[in-house]
């Protein structure tokens, strides 16, 4: 049980196998060392075990939020979904902004624990501080967005708004996509890792939250006060957040597309090449054969931007809804979706070969409505593309040419359907291509999934960053090129590789307690320790300092890891698709601007394990203890020891 602000001391705990619902509090100690919603539900994730088969009914689905949710500070309309991912076999945590997490709080929920499976498909409506499980069988086989319009008239009349949230999973997360994802009603997805696969596993077809809007009301109002003035303040003031002018306020996250392709850090065509423009070079014989500007936020907001929606309590509006007209087949398709977000775009876009803008919309509604990651699979398409040119699935008598839009937007539909041979195969992503096919050199994979659009060749925070994500290779865990494209806090040489293990743990330490809060990254773009702490004392009635803050935010890493750890992964996993590396056999150098820059990788996982603490990418029990994690079975290193070997 715990007292602290921010909370609402509730979680249920739903057993989908003989539909039981059991309600249980928040330990307050976890509470304290772990933060809340990414922090907590990993922490629920690992006390179910690292050993569980994450298509089984033993692994655990954690919808948590955590004591910002839902409140006044800004941005904190987030919520974070745990498991153990069937696409990487890590444990991981998906997060997805809108109104969802917030109505969760205001329901009367800290987190909802979905364990076993349900022998027919059902949907959770959550209400009041009630969990009632109901049929979903005339649900089941259809995309998200006519599962959120059949729920909201069941439900609501017809009358879907500020009341009702619907997380949903298509027929990617049905068919048991390893990347399918869970989409919200304003087409936000808790997109990496296979949360949708794992709840389509379960056959729980949707969540639904309905409630009024109760925000939690800090414990200490004037220190809270303080906190969010100067956050808004920073917010404001910033040149990327401050609302109707900052570049992520008028373009959204595609603001970055121009930037990345000037500093050749734009991956091309399967990462081939560091941007369109080297792509051009170097293939095109003297004509430019695609431009990223075409996709970029400028040419979206010009052309066909039509609404800039917002989530829960946030005055950036990074949102941007397109509508286009678009030719298919010989067949005009109107679409009108959310968002035309940069790694989404470019994923479909230039790293697949081409810069077709409309066709990429059509594509991103097609895999919300579909449920699955557009980040894996445009990767995974451009992947098959290089599969296609080298020969390698000549024995199907199929495959995919670079930059073929028209194919790509069946495809997507075949994947979730697992509806060919070909596309059954993408369906398992990845590393199920490459050991299939002798591929492993086409990959662009960590722990088996797929990077996003920054080049590791010269963005060395981010080479570091991939290779020691606890979910599989991502952005999101520690976000370096705020300072390397950004600067913020402060400007650093982007194709250096010293210093980028220390500034990467920071930023990874920093970004867990912001998931754990559960608010948006973006305000880190403007906000730093100081108004994390000052807004976090004042909701919770807490008093740490910003090195305890810090510390909690380790903490949740290093707990990941030591899940991680016992799941058999250890340094050797720290890995980038070879082409990237310094060394390797296999390496393509950048191009451009960039010219012949390559990952330093092992250079800089020395330096970040010596951050770290750890022993070859092993969390030792001496650091689990300094962290005051429970060590439990350990992971069988002490500092200085050698790494334990995995069971497998």
């Not at 968002?339 to 994923?347: G, T």
């Not at 992964?569 to 390559?598: I, K």
């Amino acid at each position: 049980m715990t007292d602290l602000g921010g909370f609402q001391d509730h979680v249920a705990r739903i057993d989908l196998g003989d539909g039981d619902v059991a309600y249980e509090g928040i330990d307050e100690e976890d509470a304290k060392k772990y933060i809340g919603a990414r922090g907590l539900g990993v922490k629920y994730v690992f006390d179910q075990g690292p050993d569980v088969d994450p298509l089984g009914p033993e692994n655990l689905l954690a919808f948590m939020n955590g004591p910002l949710t839902g409140t006044q500070v800004t941005m904190s309309g987030r919520i974070a979904i745990c498991t153990k991912s069937p696409l990487t076999g890590t444990v991981t945590d998906s997060h997805h902004g809108g109104w969802s997490g917030a109505r969760l709080k205001w329901s009367g929920f800290d987190g909802l624990l979905f364990e076993g499976q349900a022998d027919e498909p059902v949907y959770a409506l959550v209400e009041d501080g009630e969990v009632e499980l109901r049929d979903a069988s005339h649900l089941w086989g259809q995309g998200v967005h006519d599962t959120i319009d059949d729920l909201e008239d069941e439900i609501e009349g017809g009358s879907l708004g500020k009341n009702l949230s619907v997380m949903a999973i298509g027929q990617g997360g049905e068919n048991e996509v390893k990347y399918a994802c869970i989409v919200n009603e304003d087409d936000r997805a808790s997109g990496r890792g296979g949360t949708g696969c794992v709840m389509g596993n379960k056959n729980l077809k949707a969540v639904v939250v309905k409630s009024s809007t109760r925000m939690p009301k800090p414990k200490d109002q004037e220190t809270f006060q303080e906190g969010h003035k100067q956050a808004m303040q920073v917010i404001q003031e910033s040149d990327v957040t401050a609302p109707n002018e900052g570049g992520l306020s008028m373009y959204g996250t595609n603001v970055l597309m121009n930037p990345t392709e000037e500093m050749d850090g734009l991956p091309t065509k399967n990462g081939k090449y560091s941007s369109t423009r080297a792509y051009s070079d170097a293939e095109g014989d003297g004509e430019r054969i695609i431009d990223s500007e075409n996709v970029s936020g400028e040419n979206v907001r010009e052309n066909i931007l039509v609404d800039e929606p917002t989530c829960h309590s946030c005055p950036v509006a990074c949102k941007k809804e397109v509508e286009v007209q678009a030719m298919h087949k010989g067949e005009e398709m109107n679409v009108r979706t959310e968002s035309y977000e940069y790694e989404s775009a470019w994923a479909l876009g230039p790293n697949s070969g081409h810069v077709e803008r409309d066709k990429i919309a059509v594509m991103l509604d097609r895999c919300n409505d579909l449920g699955v990651d557009t980040i894996d699979v445009g990767n995974t398409m451009a992947m098959t593309m290089e599969m296609t040119e080298e020969g390698k699935l000549d024995e199907l008598d199929d495959g995919l040419d670079w930059g073929d839009a028209e194919t790509m937007i069946d495809m997507i539909e075949m994947i979730a359907h697992r509806e060919t041979e070909l596309a059954d195969h993408l369906a398992e992503g990845p590393d199920h291509l490459a050991e299939e096919f002798d591929a492993h050199t086409n990959s662009l994979a960590v722990k088996g999934q797929t990077m996003a659009a920054y080049d590791p060749r010269c963005m060395k925070g981010m080479a570091i960053g991939y290779a020691t994500s606890n979910r599989g290779a991502c952005h999101l865990r520690g976000y370096t090129p705020a300072a390397e494209i950004l600067g913020i806090p402060e400007k650093v040489d982007p194709r250096e590789w010293e210093g980028k293990g220390e500034l990467c743990a920071t930023f990874q330490d920093l970004h867990a307690i912001s998931d754990s809060f559960d608010i948006c990254k973006f305000n880190a773009f403007a906000e730093g320790i100081e108004e994390y702490v000052l807004q976090y004392n004042g909701m919770t009635g807490l008093d740490v300092s910003e090195e305890e803050l810090m510390e909690a935010g380790e903490r949740v890493y290093n707990l990941e890891r030591y899940y991680n750890n016992l799941a058999g992964f250890d340094g050797s996993d720290d890995d980038l698709p070879n082409r990237f590396v310094e060394g390797d056999e296999h390496a393509m150098p950048a191009q451009g601007g960039s010219e012949g820059e390559l990952a330093e990788l092992s250079k800089m996982k020395d330096e970040y394990y010596e951050v770290r603490g750890w022993e070859n990418g092993v969390v030792p029990d001496e650091k689990l203890d300094e962290l005051g994690i429970d060590i439990g079975p350990g992971t069988g290193v002490s500092s200085g020891g050698a790494a334990a070997p995995s069971d497998d």
